[in-house]
Each structure stands twice: as structure tokens, then as C-alpha cells.
């Protein structure tokens, strides 16, 4: 085998494993509406453009679409990102769990390259299920409520500021999720590198000083079944400096 050859193979046999880890089918869907702010304040609002999310790392049957909205099957983990890029924007989105323990979430301000646990970089707004904390007990010790109740952080090398430290994360300031089958609401407000949550009706956790401001939105498989509806996002003027 001539040097040229034996080159081309050991690239193919470095680059291969990470091609199968790190890339999904090409696949695409539809699911949410976009407006922009001045959208919101016409008086003849129109019907809003349709968001489409493109594959990164899942695969087809991770996701269904129906009447009400997507359901994710959680196997395997990964993302599907929004085909658009958003920098400030309100995001409302419902969503439930239907297993005990149910781990997701959603990405802001994303590059959506997987990185080594198959998820992207950004800042993530957790959605976890409230039977996760008994579920994964360390020592006899349950993991701190926080978790469950909308907990965001920097991710794949985003910093932030926590609004309510717990660590490098920011804490819910209230318990306000409810369990598996039931419709939970998150208004995510994200403009110049300050993300405020509204669980249910109410602000109670943010964050400020994102070292990542523009990016796409992500939807996470990761491990259990979770449903998706209503998603809306509202584009504000971005930073003109």
C-alpha cells in the first residue's frame, strides 16, 4: 500500500467514528410560529411563519409530529435544531413527560454541534420530570428540588451569571413544575445575553452576562418521552452595537 493510501485510510478511520456519534439522518419538520415584535402590536397580526427544525444528531423515528403538537421518544440523545438563527426573542413553549424521571430541555443561543455527550453547546432551560430527584439518589442522598423546577446554565463552554447561584447553575427562586402528564408553560425571555424564565405563570429564575448571545433553538432527546405544543417565538430588534 503506497504512503498516499495508507494516509487516506487513517483519516477515514479518525474521521469515521465521529461522523457516526455526531451526525443523524437528514431529516426536517414543522412545528411553532414566528412573529416578530411589530407583529405583535398590529392590528392586523398575520398568521405567522412556520419554524422549521432540521435534524442534527437524532434520528427520524426520535420524532413524531401530530395534531398538537411533537412528541419526542428520548432514544437516542441529541437535538434537533431551529433552521433559523435568533439573538432577542420570547420563546413560550408547553411541554409534559410522561415517564418517571424524564430528562429534556431546549437550547438558546446554540451552535448545535454535538460535543462529546452528543449535545451542543449554549445556554440550556431544563426541563426535567419531578420523580428525577428520587430516581437519582446518591449515597441515600436525593440531588437538590433545583434541578427539576427550570434550572438554566451555560453549556459546551458558555459562561454565565446565575440569577440564584446553585454552583455555576441558576436555581427556580419556586417550585412550580408539575409532574409527568401534565402540561407545564415556560416563557423564556432572551435579549443581549439575559435570559429570564417564567414557569407556569411565574418568573422565577434567569440568568445574565451569556458569553454566547445568537444561535439557534434546540429541542433535546434525551432518554424519555416528552410532548411539545403551542411553541411561539417573538423576534425583538437586536443589539445595534
Known amino acids: 500500500m503506497s504512503s498516499m493510501n495508507s494516509l487516506w485510510l487513517l483519516l477515514l478511520c479518525i474521521a469515521l467514528p465521529w461522523t457516526i456519534q455526531g451526525q443523524g439522518s437528514h431529516f426536517e419538520f414543522e412545528f411553532g410560529k414566528e412573529w416578530s415584535w411589530e407583529d405583535t402590536y ?7 411563519e412556520v419554524i422549521k427544525w432540521l435534524n442534527v444528531n437524532t434520528e427520524e ?28 426573542f ?15 430541555g431546549t437550547f438558546v443561543w446554540s451552535q448545535a454541534i454535538p460535543g462529546e455527550n452528543r449535545l451542543p453547546d449554549g445556554v440550556e432551560v431544563q426541563m426535567l420530570e419531578l420523580d428525577w430527584v428520587n430516581l437519582n439518589t446518591r449515597d441515600g442522598k ?11 446554565f451555560g453549556v459546551g463552554g458558555v459562561e454565565i451569571v446565575p440569577d440564584n447561584p446553585r454552583g455555576v447553575r441558576s436555581k427556580s427562586i419556586l417550585n412550580l413544575c408539575k409532574p409527568r402528564g401534565q402540561w407545564n408553560t415556560y416563557d423564556v425571555v432572551c435579549v443581549d445575553g439575559v435570559v429570564k424564565l417564567s414557569v407556569n405563570g411565574t418568573f422565577v429564575n434567569g440568568i445574565s452576562k451569556s458569553t454566547q448571545k445568537k444561535g439557534h433553538i434546540c429541542l433535546e432527546s434525551e432518554g424519555a418521552e416528552i410532548h411539545f405544543r403551542n411553541l411561539r417565538v417573538t423576534t425583538l430588534p437586536p443589539n445595534p452595537h
Open 61 to 88: 423515528d426520535t420524532w413524531a409530529t401530530n395534531e398538537e403538537g411533537v412528541v419526542c421518544y428520548g432514544i437516542p440523545i441529541g437535538v434537533v435544531r431551529s433552521q433559523k438563527q435568533y439573538e432577542n
Open 90 to 104: 420570547v420563546m413560550h413553549i408547553e411541554w409534559k413527560h410522561m415517564e418517571p424521571g424524564g430528562n429534556s
Open 142 to 152: 436525593k440531588p437538590p428540588e433545583a434541578y427539576v423546577h427550570g434550572e438554566l
Open 42 to 48: 398590529s392590528d392586523q397580526q398575520g398568521p405567522g
